[in-house]
């Protein structure tokens, strides 16, 4: 039994020299400026989550990702447990956050009771035609040049010193389920998937990525997912085309079945456009994959380590 059980991740959390460069990018990434002073730059995407990517005035580095709990009451109980406070969230949305420091030192920070947004609109995706449909006649494809609709984040992924500990520390609190679990050998785990356990109601193939490495403690990068295929393909064009630095991809996942679009913001972080992922409920159990399948495509470049 763990703690509590989140609902969902709920942002993540940076450190840049200029925010004024990084409000650049992240309009240009997909993102929605909500509030920015001289200290503080927090973004939304066309969700209801008020704020998902935030990012402070210092030197540049990770300083913590964001789950949200079911109840403030959740909070109160993570919060006793823990021996830490439950304290206000100052910020678009409000609400309340119990700050955590996992094993190794990654910042956690697991928020409750903040005011929905106002949803944004969305681009609509155009009727596609195939070779065995045609669902869209006489009507033109033309779609607006400009940045990827950012919806949603949808997941992190930390490189951990030890998997099983930092495995344990999580599904002890948050109560993570295995979707797959990568093992270089039968008994050499070095990471996993980890999904939400929301009982029947389908949640997404991962939340958080815990993979052990060389180089932890260290962020990987942040996931957000877009409004469809042809809206992340019109954003990697605004990308490119903006000399931004790419990282990886187009290419679909195997695990996750993500269609997916890694870029570098200006200080290094890495973050991922994605859409097309799959859903899972809590009676989906958990898999073993290898190492091939975790860096490995089904169409589109392998990983660069790889290739």
């Not at 066309?46 to 949200?68: C, D, K, Q, S, Y």
């Not at 823990?82 to 697991?110: N, Q, S, Y």
Request: glycine share 10%; aromatic share 8%; hydrophobic share 40%.
């Amino acid at each position: 039994m763990s703690l509590i059980r989140i609902e969902d991740i709920a942002h993540v959390r940076f450190a840049a020299p200029d925010l004024e460069e990084m409000a650049r990018f992240a309009v240009s990434f997909g993102l929605v400026p909500v509030l920015q002073t001289a200290d503080r730059l927090v973004c939304r995407g066309a969700g209801p989550a008020p704020a998902i990517h935030l990012t402070e005035r210092g030197a540049a580095r990770f300083l913590a990702v964001g789950f949200r709990a079911e109840s403030l009451e959740d909070l109160e109980r993570l919060a006793a447990a823990e021996g830490v406070a439950v304290a206000d969230l100052d910020g678009p949305g409000g609400g309340r956050v119990v700050r955590l420091t996992d094993p190794d030192g990654h910042g956690v920070e697991v928020v409750a009771g903040q005011t929905p947004a106002t949803p944004l609109p969305l681009p609509e995706a155009p009727s596609r035609n195939t070779g065995g449909r045609k669902a869209r006649t006489r009507i033109p494809v033309r779609l607006a040049p400009g940045p990827s609709t950012v919806v949603r984040l949808g997941h992190a992924v930390l490189e951990v010193t030890d998997f099983r500990r930092s495995e344990a520390w999580y599904k002890a609190r948050f109560g993570f389920i295995t979707s797959d679990e990568i093992r270089l050998a039968p008994e050499m785990a070095i990471g996993a998937f980890l999904r939400c356990d929301r009982g029947a109601q389908p949640t997404d193939h991962h939340t958080l990525f815990l993979l052990q490495s060389p180089r932890a403690p260290a962020f990987n990068h942040a996931a957000f997912e877009v409004a469809h295929l042809d809206d992340l393909m019109v954003g990697h064009a605004r990308l490119k085309g903006e000399g931004r630095t790419p990282a990886w991809g187009i290419g679909r996942h195997i695990l996750g079945s993500q269609i997916f679009d890694y870029w570098k913001d200006p200080f290094g972080h890495e973050l991922e456009h994605w859409t097309d992922g799959d859903l899972f409920t809590a009676d989906d159990g958990s898999n073993i994959a290898t190492f091939d399948e975790l860096m490995g495509t089904q169409w589109g470049p392998r990983h660069p380590m790889m290739a």
